[in-house]
Nanobody, 120 residues
């Protein structure tokens, strides 16, 4: 079983920055992709950014140029640096990790979510 724990959310003023972290634990053999998604009240969960093999990244249009996703595969961790935050970035942010466990079974795990609130 693979567990993900997020940290770094909080309250920030518009234009400010936050850095989210997500650490994976459990029977992880290999990681193929990691990423961040978010869900605002009354809306569906949406992709924010992903990072895969060879550090290839994919960003939603609404965060391009403001957010940066990175990872430390050895530490089984993924990060999201969020700059120039806007009120519309307010949401619960979820970490996602895909890969193989130690029994060569694929896993697709989610964290519990961390609240990000952008408000003056």
């Amino acid at each position: 079983q693979v567990q993900l724990v997020e940290s770094g959310g909080g309250l920030v003023q518009p234009g400010g920055s936050l850095r989210l972290s997500c650490a994976g634990s459990g029977r992880i053999f290999s990681i193929s992709a990691m990423g961040w998604y978010r869900q605002a009240p009354g809306k569906e969960r949406e992709l924010v950014a992903t990072i895969a093999s060879r550090d290839s990244t994919n960003y939603a249009d609404f965060v391009k140029g403001r957010f940066t996703v990175s990872r430390d595969t050895a530490m089984k961790s993924v990060y999201l640096q969020m700059d120039s935050l806007k009120a519309e970035d307010t949401a619960v942010y979820y970490c996602n990790m895909k890969g193989l466990d130690r029994y060569s079974r694929p896993f697709d795990s989610w964290g519990q979510g961390t609240q990000v609130t952008v408000s003056s």
